[in-house]
């Protein structure tokens, strides 16, 4: 899996510049336009917190989970709009302290590891877009894909009671993947090697699950599937509405771009890295379908 240093990388040294951009407390994952592109980016996030509350049952006074939960998106949605409590786990610690400061109870825990010790069981648990980090590509050449999503819903299976309620939306792999060994740097620009290249690089230690089967197959011994679909056509209006926000100007944000450019120019790895800023390998991947993005919502059998 992805460890905490490569989150570091991938939220940490992004934290200030997302918050600036985006909002102290803004969504790092796709949004539910429901095809609907008038929606601004602001209300399919919303429309998206409210299918997963209803979609989880959550309502006052239910407890819980948000794993991998960023800057708090879904935490602050689930308190303030359903009176709920929570509990949010990232592996970033620039997100947990953003998400202290601002108000909500968010710990530094990888949550593929929590007993009904740590906090007891909830009613409802969340994961949107962690999967995505679960299994690396170390993992997965050994052949241990499967073992890692399946070990991960026994877990989870421990802290739900039967019935109960999991929402998870990940990113998969889709029918125009290619192979690893096609995956090439220096390929053409935009082209499919080039842009897996780029995502390998901006997402350290994480592989994605090839198709929504593979999740769901993982979780079958535990749990049913209620309901999947599609958001790869939100989730490409998502990332772009997500880069004019980051290239709108704000002072304070401008100068920790300029703060990076000395290791820019120093670190020939770290251009690899925020290639992204240019071309956005994750926006092409699901514009070529080499990628898709699913909204799986299942119960506890
Ligand atoms: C794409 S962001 C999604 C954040 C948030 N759920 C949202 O929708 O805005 C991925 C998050 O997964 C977290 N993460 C990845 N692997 C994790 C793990 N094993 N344990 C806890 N958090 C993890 C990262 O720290 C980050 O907060």
Redesign the pocket.
Known sequence: ??EKKD?DF??TTIDEIFRLSMGET????GAKYDGDFTLTLEQAQKAKHKFIADSLGIEKGSKVL??????G??CQYVTQERAASCIG????EG?AEACQKNGMNVLV????HVKPDDFGTFDAIS????L???CSVEEWKAGKQEKVYSEFFEMLGNLLPKGGKFYMQTMTFSKNMINYEELDIHAEKGSAPHVMALMVKEFPGSWLPYGPEMVIRNASPVFKIISQESGRHDYIETIGQWRKKFRKFNLKKYMLYLSLIPKYIMDKEFRHQVAVFRISPNKVCFEKNIMNHFRLVFEKI
């Open positions: 899996m992805a989150l991938t939220y803004a969504d790092y994952s948000d794993m991998a939960c960023g800057w998106p879904f786990l990232t592996l970033s997100q825990k990888d949550c593929r994961c949107i877009g962690g995505e980090h679960f």
